[in-house]
């Protein structure tokens, strides 16, 4: 009993990073975890010659979360991105079509007659999405063809959509234009990845080599003296972020935000001391659990780390 609870001292013109500073002291249940998740993202950029990682799950980016990722990945505060085949659909989709407010209670037999998909509040209308990916994509792969493509990684793959998409509202455009590779380890699970695999029915010849994604973490973690993440919700993306960082003696640095329980024994819901036991997280290492809803948790927490952080003080 050496820090005493301080009640909010809320002001005009308070800045987002001023009330995550509150939040250390009015401690306040979740709002304590997420002034220490800023506090160990801020260490993590900062500190020399870490490898940073952001993995996430594809539903954000169906919101305007997506453009907070944008921001992470257009000023180079993250080295790595692991995510989810969907993530490329809703990126590369958004670019062209628009999403649509709804609701968690809309008729969903109505929304089918109507063509129109519902992601929890998301609209997202057959015109939006699978029809605009099929253009887009069959268009790109058969350029990559003719160019003399035959096998690509996903992290090619995602930087090849990124470099010819052309939008700066896109996270792949940003990726490619900053080299961030983007690996996708399910990649035939979401459209993009359909497309993929009815292009190679008529080009039996077209691979995607996913051994190549992992050579080239292989290398990225031995190189790696310290390595950090920011892990958002779970599933495939989340574990093979912590998978590969057990080869290095864990992670150093490490925030997950969840709404997943643990009792259930899912990897969603797993703890960062869980990692712990596997190796997968350092028994040294800064790390944190935040329990809330990415689409509120990040917006605050990015913003505050970007005042925090300012232009002259991003590492190279």
Known sequence: ??????????????????LVNQMEQAWGFTAGKLATGVNILEDMIK???????????????????????KELVKKKLVDIIITTCG????????CW????????????????REEVNRLGNVLVP????????????QAMLNDLYKEGKRELSTAELSREIGLRCCDETSILYWAAKNNIPVFVPGITDG??????????????????NLLKDEGELSNIIFDAKKSGALILGGGISKHHTIWWNQFKDGLDYVVYVSTAVEWDGSLSGARPREAVSWGK???????????????IVLPVMTSALLSRLGKNKLKP
């Open 191 to 208: 459209a993009v990845g359909y497309q993929l695999w009815f292009f190679s029915q008529d080009h039996q010849d077209f691979k995607i």
């Open 1 to 18: 009993m050496k820090e005493a609870v301080k009640d909010y001292q809320l002001t005009k013109d308070m800045s987002v990073d001023e």
């Open 97 to 112: 079509k628009e999403y649509y407010k709804g609701n968690f209670m809309m008729s969903d037999s109505k929304l089918h």
């Open 281 to 295: 997280i350092s028994e040294r290492a800064k790390r944190v659990m935040i329990e809330g809803d990415i689409t």
């Open 47 to 69: 500190a020399k010659g870490c490898v940073n990682f952001l993995s996430f799950p594809a539903d954000i980016i169906a919101t305007g979360t997506r453009g907070v990722i």
């Open 87 to 94: 993530t490329l659909d809703h990126d590369v989709a958004r």
């Open 126 to 137: 057959n015109d939006s999405y699978g029809i605009i990916l099929e253009q887009k994509i």
